[in-house]
């Protein structure tokens, strides 16, 4: 039996989740007891933990917190995978490995098209199909004169049904392909985030009607801005947005680093992996009609493994059938000539959009067969990926 094989994951029961706070204590020290007090009492209480033991003393961890994420013509649970955390005297068991393998086959018993998460470096997930999604845009701001016909108010939590509305109104606008739904309960949670790092939520109003939020968060005496959704012309959002730096420092002059605006170079942060094959394929639409089969290989899932047939008419969703055990069998022969399948990874880079075709055979200097490539080019890769939560 190998080592990894010995290796017991748990999924912890909801009221023993209070037990992981120190063990996040110890792993990720940054963080201070207020945010502690809020990821506990507003994402832990309703989240999954799976962790591994020795003599009930706990040693290491894996939190899986949902969101309803739109993507593509999917909308439904997705987890974000946070606090990947093993003690130091610990390291180099295979835990993480463990805690991911469990984790990933969980979510594919729940139908989950894929998972996310905002890692400490890229080289860790890597190797368990991880690939990147998603790049932020980076900037700084400068606190500017006061406007007088643009108002920069903290929102209270009852201002949350109007700026759920708001947001969900512009990103659908912006036609943005994934991104987590802004009902109510995600805003009153995203500001006692916020708070929790001394910050909040700023409604930004044009002659008293809502054109504007962003997040706020301070350190000593930094402040950072972070995703602001902006319902103005690109050329007006800078201006915007030095106004809603004036509004936190209260003078002109104020440098202050933001998160989703900017002309810095753009930042990789949200790396993602395929769950479920069948419904990550129903997550696209068809660019023109396309029929034809994929070889997949998954590390992690065999379900995912295998042929796959792909149809749909042009402007609908991909169909998606993994060929049965007895097709399989009679096309032995066939697969042996064919050559080494996709990894899911592949797919993930290309449809998610991050890298086009030639793009990713440059990268990983693998190159896609022939009929898989013609079909991946009659698939709409997704738009426009916002995805900046932090926990």
């Not at 810095?264 to 069948?278: D, F, N, Q, S, T």
């Amino acid at each position: 039996m190998g080592q990894e094989e010995q290796i017991r994951v748990r999924r912890l029961k909801r009221d023993e989740h209070g037990r992981t706070r120190a063990l996040w204590e110890e792993i990720f020290s940054e963080d201070s007891p207020a945010f502690l007090d809020y990821y506990y009492t507003q994402m832990a209480d309703h989240n999954e933990i799976y962790a591994i033991e020795d003599c009930r003393r706990l040693q290491a961890m894996l939190q899986l917190n949902p969101y309803q994420i739109q993507a593509g013509t999917y909308l439904g649970k997705m987890n974000y995978i946070v606090a990947v955390a093993t003690k130091e005297g610990c390291r180099g068991r295979g835990y993480m490995t463990a805690l991911l393998k469990e984790a990933c086959r969980a979510m594919y018993r729940e139908g989950m098209p894929f998972t996310f998460l905002m890692p400490a470096a890229e080289a860790i997930y890597y190797p368990h199909g991880f690939r990147f999604i998603y790049r932020q845009k980076q900037g700084t701001v400068v606190s500017g004169q006061k406007a007088p016909y643009l108002e920069c108010i903290p929102a209270e939590e009852s201002d949350c049904v109007e700026a759920a509305a708001f947001a969900e109104r512009l990103l659908k606008n912006e036609k943005a392909s994934v991104y987590a739904k802004r009902d109510v309960f995600y805003y009153k949670r995203i500001r006692r985030e916020q708070i929790s790092e001394n910050g909040g939520l700023l409604m930004l109003r044009e002659n008293g009607v809502l054109k504007g939020l962003v997040y706020f968060a301070s350190e000593g005496e930094e402040w950072e801005l972070r995703e602001p959704l902006l319902e103005t012309a690109e050329g007006n959002q800078k201006e915007w947005l030095s106004q809603a730096a004036y509004q936190l420092c209260k003078k002109e002059g104020c440098r202050m680093h933001c998160e989703g605006f900017g002309t810095e170079p753009e930042k990789p942060v949200i790396m993602a992996r395929v769950v479920c094959l069948e419904a990550f394929f129903g997550c696209f639409m068809a660019k023109e009609d396309l029929e034809g089969d994929i070889r997949v290989s998954d590390a992690i899932l065999p379900e995912n493994e295998g042929r796959w047939h792909l149809s749909a008419k042009k402007g609908q969703p991909i169909s998606a059938s993994r060929e049965t055990l007895i097709r399989a069998a009679a096309l032995e022969g066939e697969e042996k000539r064919e050559k080494k399948p996709i990894p899911v990874s592949v797919l993930m880079s290309v449809l998610s959009g991050y890298l086009s075709i030639e793009e990713l055979e440059r990268a990983e200097e693998n190159r896609i067969p022939a009929e898989a490539k013609s079909l991946l080019q009659k698939i709409k890769p997704w738009n426009k990926i916002v995805l900046n939560e932090i926990v």
